[in-house]
């Protein structure tokens, strides 16, 4: 009893939804982030902000869904420190990114040291959606997750629509692009770049909180190992587009759970080869996308990483 | 505060000499009793929940064994040339006996240990020896035989899942008694590896364990350092064998725990202890050292409640012909994965062949890749 190709594919996407949404969660945050201005490198330490105090919070209330919200929080004031070192003080965005990733592994290790390999007796379980799921093939896939994949859905689908369609899109966006022209329009500057970085942060929180609060619901110290640079490139691979950010996800979720599987159907790839396919995958990709921005001249936010100061001529 | 502190101080080393002299008199004078500082490099935490915290619970055992060693240890050391810094800077600070606890260490290993011939080096699962580098482990294997025994009575796929973070010869080493074990019981069960090319990266191990439940192994072992491959096969609801500490330990539910079956594992304390002993003595000297399950260096975990008697009675007495010196996992015949007879009937597999063992045995679906092929 063997089982089919086809069954054995479905499995491996619906498992490259899970993971993607590891991914999604820190790059759609990043996207708005970075739409707004502000450059924030430090993603791989608020996932890991995120994952610690949303298994924390977890364990202390017993409620996977609380522990989650308290990772966003916890990441979000972390993203704060941020904001206010480069949006305020106007420090530099790449370096204070890099600092806040070895915080966020630092701080975590320290708090985490006598709560490694402690675990979660209730982890956030998979819901299937009615109607939905019963779909063939996209059904299992897409609608046989937990609810923290379908709020990932619904997310995008309502960041895509603020950020192109609406009033408060258009100010983020100039805000990113040209913050002196939109600080002359009346936009808050400091305030959208403040809101926007703290989200993204909230976000990229909610990712880490979501490896430790569902998928593997213990702690260990640098357990989303090296995920939130991914998401970074992953913010260039989506060309600061909110529904790209969810291709881009799930296509390194796919890009991962393949070579394992093929690694699995006993296919003789060296297997140090397959490892590299999800980074081979990003070069080549920031190679394109590169190369879209230039001809087309969308996505990168014209003032990305570069602080705002009213006074200055 | 302090006034008290220094009086207790000065107090309790007049005490300690007036009591030293008194009850050594004939003695000769000796120097103040200096304490061997004894260091351990880890590869990961400390408290990894695996092979690193397996390396920790020996450190612990040592320093509460023996009074005259105080210990550290640095974790989360990235192995190759960066590692060399931290063996020097520990023979620097006047550690005399240095452990480190990952193959990748070797080389930074030869050459601080060039460099500080007064410095024990100790490379576990290492084969580049000096006068003062030793190497040593443990047969891992053994636990495997065993643990593939097991894994053979429980499959019902006949396909067990094997992740492995790399091929190299310890890891090879596992797969191999492990299918031999489970050849033994059930001669059409088949091991498949998928490597996760890393020590630590517990969202991939889970992946890969999914790859292969995927296929339909219904019992997944594990060769990486995090429970996340158990985890994946409890979910699933099938079996998962652990490595380096008992996993079943660690689990949250009864049920969870029943998943694993049984887990392969390090007690490094004792060795640890010996060595430090000997380095204190004067005795040490280099060399190689690889015990087995008889030394209590390597031992299987307490097997499953789900699994029946019969099978755990069957482990036992293969168990004790292991601990008799009967049975070893490389007794031949052993055949390759083209069916070709390595090891003939009769014969053993030597040392030096198994310490670099580069091919799988038959029932095993996977490949050793080639660097760069």
Request: proline residues 5%.
């Amino acid at each position: 009893m063997n089982p089919t190709f086809g069954s054995i594919l479905i499995k491996v996407f619906a498992g490259a939804v899970e993971s993607g949404t590891i991914l999604l969660l820190p790059t759609l945050g990043e996207v708005l982030t970075e739409r707004s201005g502000v450059l924030n490198l430090g993603l791989e330490g608020l996932m890991l902000i995120g994952a610690f105090f949303g298994f924390l919070g977890a364990m202390k209330t017993g409620n996977p869904y609380v522990g989650l919200l308290l990772g966003m929080v916890a990441a979000a004031a972390a993203a704060a420190i941020h904001a206010f070192i480069c949006v305020t003080l106007r420090g530099n965005q790449t370096v204070t990114g890099l600092a806040l990733s070895i915080f966020g592994a630092g701080l975590t290790s320290f708090y985490g040291d006598s709560w490694v390999s402690q675990r979660l007796t209730i982890a956030i379980k998979p819901m299937a959606v009615p109607v939905l799921s019963q779909i063939p093939v996209l059904g299992p896939i897409f609608f046989s997750q937990d609810l923290i994949v379908y709020a990932a859905y619904i997310l995008v689908a309502i960041f895509w629509f603020l950020l192109f369609k609406t009033k408060v899109g258009v100010n983020l966006r100039a805000v990113g692009e040209n913050a002196k022209a939109a600080d002359a329009m009346g936009v808050n500057v400091v305030g959208t770049r403040y809101f926007w970085t703290i989200l993204g942060g909230a976000l990229a929180g909610a990712g880490g909180a979501y490896i430790t609060c569902c998928i593997h619901p213990y702690w260990l110290n640098g357990i989303t190992s090296g995920k939130g640079w991914i998401a970074v490139a992953l913010v260039v691979f989506a060309m600061w587009n909110p529904f790209n950010a969810l291709v881009g996800g799930f296509l390194f979720g796919s890009i991962e759970a393949l070579q394992l599987q093929l690694q699995a159907a006993g296919t003789y790839i060296n297997s140090a080869l397959l490892s590299m396919l999800p980074y081979i995958t990003t070069f080549v990709v920031i190679i394109v996308a590169t190369v879209i921005v230039r001809v087309r001249h969308v996505g990168t936010p014209k003032e990305l990483g570069i602080p705002y100061a009213r006074e200055e001529k | 505060m302090k006034f008290l502190k220094v009086s207790l101080i000065v107090l309790l080393a007049i005490a300690f000499v007036v009591g030293s002299t008194g009850c050594k008199k004939a003695a000769p004078p000796t120097p103040a009793v200096e304490k061997l500082k004894v260091a351990f490099v880890y590869v990961g935490p400390h408290n990894d929940g695996g092979y690193s915290q397996a390396h920790e619970d020996g450190r612990l055992y040592l320093q509460q064994n023996d009074p005259n060693v105080e210990t550290t240890y640095s974790e989360s050391i990235p192995e190759g040339a960066q590692s060399e810094k931290t063996f020097r800077d520990y023979a620097a600070a006047g550690y005399k006996l240095i452990f480190g606890t990952s193959f990748g260490f070797m080389d930074a290993m030869v050459n601080a240990a060039k460099d500080n011939p007064t410095v024990k080096f100790m490379h576990a699962s290492g084969y580049k020896r000096s006068d003062n580098l030793g190497t040593y482990f443990g047969r891992m294997e053994q636990p495997d035989y065993l643990a593939g025994l097991v894994a053979g009575k429980m499959t019902k796929t006949n396909k067990i899942g094997f992740v492995l973070p790399f091929s190299i010869p310890e890891c090879i080493r596992e797969v191999d008694s492990f299918t031999v074990g489970l050849r033994e019981v059930n001669p059409t069960a088949t091991v498949t590896v998928v490597y996760t090319n890393s020590w630590y990266d517990p969202a991939k191990e889970g992946d890969a364990a999914k790859s292969l439940l995927n296929k339909g192994c219904d019992v997944i072992a594990s060769g990486v350092d995090s429970p996340a491959p158990l985890d994946e096969a409890f979910k699933a609801g099938k079996y998962g064998i652990g490595y380096d500490m008992d996993m079943a330990a660690g689990m949250k539910t009864a049920d969870e725990a029943k998943s694993v079956l049984t887990s392969r594992i390090w007690h490094w304390g004792p060795y640890y202890l010996k060595v430090a002993k000997a380095v204190e003595d004067g005795t040490w000297t280099s060399g190689d050292y690889w015990g087995g399950m008889a030394d209590g260096i390597v031992d299987i975990a307490p097997i499953s409640s789900a699994v029946p008697q019969s099978v755990i009675d069957y482990v036992n007495t293969r168990k004790q012909l292991i601990l008799d010196g009967k049975y070893t996992p490389f007794d031949g015949p052993m055949i390759n994965q083209k069916g070709e007879t390595v090891v003939p009937a009769g014969t053993t597999m030597s040392d030096a062949d198994q310490l670099n063992l580069q091919w799988f045995v038959q029932g095993v679906i996977g490949e050793i890749p080639k660097s760069g092929s």
